[in-house]
């Protein structure tokens, strides 16, 4: 199968030599083609350049894609789009004034979605899960994080793994699993944290480990959750089955867990809605990654990760969704970008380079995703007709996709 698009107005995060991410001031620059082609096939990209040298004798199919800008697909690096039922009622409550915490507090939040997916058959869970995946899809996502995390007993983390394995089987979306056993304490664990962590280590990590479910190992590091000491075990264990770490952290408060996760090698830090001065020392020179997820600080009226500060100290920084039913019931990444520019000052250059190829990165994909670049997976968007690519966050809320491909295939 060979694909062909011609008269690009402008194709986008062009990168001519391999780039595993880009940080600080770099972000600044998205390297762009006016005027250009771009070549696909066998769900590889294969060459790109400006018109005049566009392929002329080529027999496959030609998209024409006059006034039309082509990106690469998104790479949203933090989700938890495998869950059951939703949250309408927590929302409307935060409305009347609860908050996140209040909620949780009365037996609401992640222990509310985890009674749900645990009364949930795993086909259920399934069909629900794959509506999102194929909506997330059309919106320009083409590789794609997911976190158990709301099954919090053996059976249900292993539910919600192989789930994703199924969506991984059945859909060309680029799938990683991450392992998040340690995203609340069950209630009957409340006050015998040692207990749940102790069955997170000795039962639900061998089973997973022998199934191959998991890519990843997360926990949730935070006041009132899993604290530092318990997290760096989680992430000590996850590191005996080949699982490195990407950690939920500075969400409410800054309790020293990004020092943690560095000195673990994480391979990012994600929230970061509450940064200290010593957690941007502890990420220089690192090779964790930062991911904000601005769509959450929206949804739940919390602070927005500080982009300015981190991209000023010369760090990298990834965009994602955080797509679960609590905080962030929405897995649009082009939502993301355009809170990004309006609510964290990234420019739409940084925004872009920080949606795709830093989301890659966060995942462990930037060989194959987050750029145009020979030899990667043929997934871009082609937009509508644009003035210029500010447009897709400027005009925030309008579907500018005009045509979505994920490994050569039209979605
Ligand atoms: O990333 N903060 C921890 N976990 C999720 C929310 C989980 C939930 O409320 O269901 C998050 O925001
Ligand atoms: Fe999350």
């Known amino acids: 199968m060979a694909l062909l698009i011609t008269n690009i107005k402008e194709l986008l995060q062009v990168r001519d030599t391999p780039t595993e991410k880009v940080s600080g001031s770099e972000m600044a620059t998205l390297p762009t083609l006016h005027n250009a082609w771009l070549l696909m096939q066998n769900g590889t990209i294969t060459g790109y350049g400006t018109m005049e040298t566009c392929p002329a004798d080529f027999s496959g199919e030609i998209i024409d894609a006059t006034g039309k800008t082509v990106l690469p697909t998104w790479c949203d690096s933090h989700t ?5 039922g939703n949250r309408e009622q927590e929302f ?31 086909d259920e869970l399934y069909e629900q899960s794959r509506k999102r995946l194929e909506e997330v899809m059309q919106l320009g996502t083409g590789a794609i994080e997911i976190k158990s995390g709301y099954g919090l007993t053996v059976e249900g983390e292993l539910k919600m793994l192989r789930v994703i394995k199924r969506l991984r089987e059945n859909y060309p979306v680029a799938i990683k699993a991450t392992f998040l056993g340690a995203h609340a304490f069950p209630t009957e664990y409340k006050e015998n944290h040692t207990a749940y962590i102790d069955l997170i280590i000795n039962e639900m990590l061998p089973a997973i480990a022998s199934e191959g479910l998991a890519d990843y190992i997360d926990a949730f590091c935070e006041t009132g959750y899993f604290s530092v000491a318990e997290t760096e075990r989680i992430m000590e264990a996850g590191k005996q089955y080949g699982l490195e770490a990407k950690i939920h952290v500075n969400q409410f408060t800054a309790i020293e867990g990004i020092a943690a996760c560095v000195k673990h090698n994480a391979l990012s830090v994600d929230h970061l809605e509450i940064v200290s001065d010593t957690d941007i020392e502890a990420l220089k020179n690192s090779r964790t990654m930062p991911v904000a997820l601005p769509t959450c600080s929206f949804f739940i009226s ?6 300015r500060k981190l991209l000023n100290a010369g760090l990298p920084l990834a965009l994602a969704t955080d797509y679960n039913p609590g905080t962030t019931p929405s897995g649009n990444m082009n939502l993301v970008v355009a809170t990004a520019c309006i609510k964290m000052k990234m420019t739409p250059e940084e925004a872009i380079n920080a949606a795709t190829i830093n989301g890659a990165y966060a995942m462990g994909l930037s060989s194959t995703h987050g750029s145009i670049t020979v030899g990667k997976k043929a997934s871009v968007i082609i937009t509508k007709p644009l ?23 039209k979605i």
């Open 80 to 84: 938890h789009l495998v869950y059951a």
């Open 302 to 307: 919390i602070p927005y990760t500080p982009a």
């Open 92 to 122: 409307v409550d935060r409305i009347n004034g609860l908050s996140y915490e209040e909620i949780a507090n009365r037996g609401g939040g992640i222990l509310n979605s985890a009674k749900r997916l645990n009364e949930t058959h795993e």
């Open 387 to 409: 003035n210029s690519f500010y447009e897709l966050p400027y005009a925030f809320g309008s579907n500018l996709i005009d045509t979505v491909i994920i490994n050569g295939q």
